[in-house]
């Protein structure tokens, strides 16, 4: 069955960086998109970022949130069927539990919070 697994969710400082990770298995679509959301305390599920695993070619078919544009970059090993999170400049407000996902179609950010297949999350704390 599909599983989705996060890692590298720690508490750090803010203007500081950190990557996290997510090892898919079992994924049923041939091509498909991946992404990231996040959630914080009392708040709603924020897409952030997605992936065309299937056109992806140096970075023509990610997609991102205006709220982590230009600090966060995401990539996928197709090779080891894992999505990656970087993430520079961290504030604050970047807090939250963080969530990759996996669905056959649409690659949009927006979308990402209800893909059909997603992890257990993992903590990001900034302070």
């Known amino acids: 069955h599909v599983q989705l697994v996060e890692s590298g969710g720690r508490s750090v400082m803010a203007g500081g960086s950190l990557g996290l990770s997510c090892a898919a298995t079992?994924?049923?679509?041939?091509?498909?998109?991946m992404g990231w959301f996040r959630q914080a305390p009392g708040g709603e599920r924020e897409g952030i970022a997605v992936?065309?695993?299937?056109?992806?070619?140096?970075?023509?078919?990610?997609y991102y949130s205006d709220s982590v544009k230009g600090r966060f970059t995401i990539s996928h090993d197709n090779a080891a069927n894992t999505l990656y999170l970087q993430m520079n400049d961290l504030k604050p407000e970047d807090t939250a539990v963080y969530y990759c996902?996996?669905?056959?179609?649409?690659?949009?950010?927006?979308?990402?919070?209800?893909?059909?297949?997603r992890g257990q999350g993992t903590q990001v704390t900034v302070s």
């Open positions: 992936i065309d695993t299937g056109l992806d070619r140096g970075g023509g078919m990610r």
């Open positions: 079992d994924i049923p679509y041939r091509r498909y998109c």
């Open positions: 996902a996996a669905a056959g179609y649409p690659c949009r950010v927006e979308a990402v919070p209800g893909y059909e297949y």
